[in-house]
């Protein structure tokens, strides 16, 4: 059935282009599938490029240099082969056209005889022109050959070009890098040359390298001394403020002993020293030998050449109790004689001080004494006048109840540092008080503290009350 099906379609094609040639319809490629002969024209085959990375990062310097001398010079000779041949496929693809027209109208006189010839003749045309077409495919393939040699000779000598232009880029770059080399080596020549003995009035690098290593080495002790100097600081820092501290304690207890101390500091010299007693009213100057070749202030123990005591009391502005205090110290004072002899060196000035400094404190309480009988001795023990005069104490005593009145002069005088009171004279104004009770009531002390206080409060208690 299958084979009836085909042979009927094969008559009807058969029919079909019988009367497309009979009636000049026919065109030029069906007249040639009827001797079962095709016409293809293959475009030219493009060369493909070598593949490359595509990224330029990824590129070796072999790559770089492939790319340059072969793949780019075959790929300008494949192209300029590519560009010959695209121009001779346009040109036949021209007579392509051809085919798609009435064989009438392309070669009347061909259809003409093919259209009134018979069977046999027909089949023999088609023996003739299948021979033909043959001829041309095997022609065809010749020539392909032929180009293809040409295309391959082109490449060859693209390639011998190439190598002779590497060939005379290494050359010059050999005679280049030999040129640089010959420049390097005088270079180094100089180098060393002037690293040894440097360049016109310049010194030599070597000696520039031995000033670097030195200010290296010196910078690097700079940074030692600096580290340390830092450490130093921070420690001096800690000193500092312990330092500080301990003088804060040192200043808290030199108030204290300015409170228990009857002296004070007033200046120091190298040469001597001056301390004050009595709130500055009584100066005591120190002054050294000189000492050949030494420094005196370095000395542990100088020798005093004077010691002299300067009251500087105004007797005129002053109470008469600091009068008799002063009058006190100088007396004690002359009555020394050579201060100088008893104490002659630095070392017996501690000694000086505390001597001086107990017969001061004895004199000022004395004076407290006074001053404070002066204010409440009247109210608590029957005073009505005290005032003092040289060494000499004047009081009146004055009670109203007991109906008595008496003055007393008492003298006072320094023993052992101590002062001692003495009845110099004595009055009675009103009353039996008599000179002797008071000389018993004087004698029954001994010098102590407060010892003026003691006899005037046993007069009022004994002579008043």
Known sequence: LKRSMFESQLDDYTNDVQRKLND?????????????????????????????????????????????????????????????????VEGLKERMWDLEKPLKIVNRPLWEEMRNSSEKEFKSFGAKLKERNNVFRRMSKVQSHEMKEVLYSKLLQANREEQQRSRRTIEEADEMLKSLDDCIQELETELTAIEEKGFEDK??????????????????????QISQLELQKTQNSKELKRLKAETMKLESHVSVLHMVNEWKLAEKTD????????????????????SSGKDSSNQSERKISHLTFKLQLDDEKSQGHARLVHKLLSDFIEGEGDWAEKYPTSRHVPKLLHDVGLVVSRCRLLGEELRLLELWGGLRLDILHISCLDTRVHIVFSRLKAFSKFEVIFSVSLVNHLYVLQVQSFKNVIGNTTIQQIEEIVSSFSPAKNVL???IKRIHDDLLC
């Open 203 to 224: 010194p030599s690098l070597k000696s520039r390298q031995e000033e670097m290593q030195k200010v290296s080495e010196a910078l690097a002790d700079n940074d030692q």
């Open 453 to 455: 206080t003691k006899i």
């Open 271 to 290: 040469n001597g020293t001056t301390y004050t007693f009595l709130h500055k009213t009584v100066h005591l100057e120190l002054l050294y030998e000189d």
């Open 24 to 88: 000049g319809t026919i065109t030029v490629l069906e007249f040639f599938k009827l001797f079962n002969i095709d016409f293809i024209i293959n475009n030219p085959r493009q060369s493909n490029f070598p593949g490359r990375p595509l990224s330029d990062t990824d590129r070796t310097l072999m790559d770089l240099l492939k790319d340059r001398h072969i793949f780019r010079p075959q790929q300008r000779v494949y192209e300029a082969d590519v560009l010959s041949l695209t121009e001779k």
